[in-house]
């Protein structure tokens, strides 16, 4: 994969006991090319081991949570500098590809084990769910934030609908509240593609 330049994605670390991100860091196999997907039950090596290498981290709560994987460790991976991404990892395991459900549980999960409601911000999450998850796959050149050059992909949610009728500041409203009923227009590179 790596003389083809292929990404790699690798589900690791997902029961309590493993430790495969130890041995693939012995074995010299981690890397900015490397994605881990779960990575719940890590040592402080591992975490050391992941910052060094550059390799990025994937996070499906849903999936981790229904599966009994247990908690996301989110603000260890962001404390170590761990390029952070959010996923849905498989909608067999999460139920659907919901992103602002995901995105609301990692802030929940991440601010109810650090006892601190302002511990993940909703802008901060807001970010690993959009340029920090295209960045964790190597593809944030062309996706993940609106850029000149880059790729013009794009929702728009109307904020007009009940559920967010009490208009705040954006990000916490996107994070909090917003659900995929209240995106109206869909944009794939610069393509209309729902409206």
Known sequence: ARALRIPISVHANNRKGSDAIALLARDKFLGKDVQIIHAVWVTPEEIRALADNGCPVSLSPY????????????????AAGIPVGLSVDTTALSGNADMFAIMKAIQNIENGRANNEFKLSARRVL?????????SMGVDDRVGSLKAGKRADLIMVNTRDVNLAVFSEPAHLLVEAAQPANVDTVMVDGRILQM
């Open 63 to 78: 999936t981790e949570l229904r599966i009994g994987f247990g908690f996301p460790v989110t603000g260890d991976f962001l």
């Open 127 to 135: 970010e690993l769910a959009t340029i920090e998850g295209a960045r």
